[in-house]
């Protein structure tokens, strides 16, 4: 963030970049704050001493799948704007 707040007028200086900037700033900041949140931790640590090891385990790999498809679900949305701006 300190990058960017430093280099703002340079970064944003072209059209295209900062249609960008614009678009994708609050996709990563999405993206930055769920890979943030304690909560998730937390729900683990109560839930896992209420149930079993093999309920646990199906818990766990369900948040597993849950967080790698919204990671890959941005990286593919940013990607496509990056394609997109591209031939902006």
């Known amino acids: 963030m300190r990058y960017m707040k430093d280099n703002t007028p340079v970064i944003i200086g072209g059209r295209g970049n900062r249609a960008y900037v614009l678009t994708t700033a609050p996709i990563y900041d999405e993206w930055v704050r769920s890979a943030q949140d304690k909560h998730r931790v937390k729900e683990v640590i109560t ?8 309920t646990h385990s199906r818990f766990i790999k369900k948040k597993i799948n849950r967080s790698t498809n919204n990671i890959a679900q941005t990286c593919a949305t940013i990607t496509n704007l990056q394609v997109q701006f591209s031939t902006y």
């Open 47 to 54: 839930r896992r001493k209420k149930r079993d090891d093999v």
